[in-house]
C-alpha cells in the first residue's frame, strides 16, 4: 500500500505537470525546441527542488531567529515565504540559464519563454509529489486527490506564470546587448519573485472562502500571458524582413 501511495504521488505530481508542458510547447509548434532539452529543461527543475529546500529551511531558520527587527513590518512567516519566492525564482532561472537557455537552439525570442516555462513545470512537479505524498500517508484518497486540484490551479500556475515573466524579459532582450540581457534578466527574476511573494502574502492572509480571487487572478495572469506571447513572435518576423 505504501508503494501504490508513492506511486500515486509520483503520477498526480508528474502528470498534470506534463498535461500543461504539451499546452505550452504548442505555442511554438512552428518551430518547437528539441525533445532533448524540453526533458532536460524539465528535469532541470526537478532537480532544483532539492537544491531549494535545504536553502529555503537555511532562510527559514535564519529568519526565525533574526527576524524580530523585521517583524514590524510583516509577519515572519511573511518574511519567510518571501524569502521562499526569491529562492525559487532565482534558483529556477539559473537551473535555465545553466542547462538550455546557452545553447544554440536558443534561437528566437520565444524559445526563453518555452524553456522557462519547462523548467518551472519540472520545478512543480517535484513539488507537487512532494505535498501528495504527505495527505497519502495519513488522509483519504479524496483529501488526496483536493489536494492535487488544489496545487494543479494554483501553485503549479504560479510558478508557470512567474518563470515566464523572466523568460519574457529575456525575450525582450533577445536582440540587444549582452550589457542589457543581464539588465533585463535582473528585471525579471525582480517581478517573478515580488509576484511569487504577492501571490503567497494573499494564500496567507486570505479568508478560504475567498481564495478563488487569487487564483482566479493567476488565470487573468495567464490569459495576458498568451497575448504576450503572440507580440514576442512578431518580434523575430519584424527581425527578419
Not at 503520477?11 to 506534463?18: D, N, T
Not at 517583524?71 to 511573511?78: G, N
Not at 481564495?211 to 518576423?237: C, M, P, S
Request: contains cysteine; aromatic residues 14%; charged residues 15%.
Amino acid at each position: 500500500m505504501e508503494f501504490q501511495g508513492f506511486l500515486f504521488a509520483i503520477v498526480g505530481g508528474v502528470l498534470p505537470a506534463l498535461a500543461w508542458l504539451w499546452f505550452w510547447r504548442r505555442e511554438d509548434s512552428r518551430s518547437p525546441e528539441p525533445r532533448r532539452l524540453i526533458a532536460l529543461a524539465f528535469l532541470s527543475g526537478m532537480v532544483t527542488v532539492a537544491v531549494v529546500i535545504p536553502i529555503e529551511r537555511l532562510a527559514a531558520n535564519y529568519i526565525e531567529s533574526y527576524g524580530f527587527a523585521l517583524a514590524a513590518f510583516a509577519t515572519i512567516s511573511t518574511l519567510v515565504y518571501s524569502a521562499w519566492s526569491v529562492i525559487e525564482e532565482v534558483c529556477k532561472y539559473f537551473a535555465a540559464r545553466w542547462t538550455v537557455l546557452w545553447r544554440h537552439d536558443d534561437d528566437e525570442p520565444i524559445d526563453p519563454v518555452i524553456y522557462m516555462v519547462t523548467v518551472a513545470l519540472g520545478f512543480a512537479a517535484a513539488e507537487n509529489t512532494l505535498f501528495l505524498l504527505s495527505p497519502i500517508a495519513g488522509d483519504t484518497l479524496l483529501q488526496t486527490v483536493m489536494t492535487g486540484n488544489f496545487r494543479f490551479v494554483g501553485a503549479t500556475l504560479l510558478h508557470v506564470l512567474s518563470s515566464a515573466l523572466i523568460g519574457v524579459m529575456l525575450a525582450l532582450s533577445f536582440y540587444k546587448s549582452k550589457a542589457l540581457k543581464r539588465y533585463y534578466a535582473l528585471v525579471g527574476v525582480i517581478l517573478a519573485s515580488a509576484l511569487h511573494a504577492i501571490f503567497n502574502f494573499f494564500i496567507l492572509n486570505t479568508a478560504e472562502e475567498h481564495l478563488f480571487r487569487t487564483f482566479a487572478a493567476v488565470w487573468v495572469g495567464l490569459v495576458v500571458l498568451i497575448a504576450v506571447l503572440e507580440f514576442i513572435k512578431r518580434i523575430r518576423k519584424q527581425m527578419v524582413s
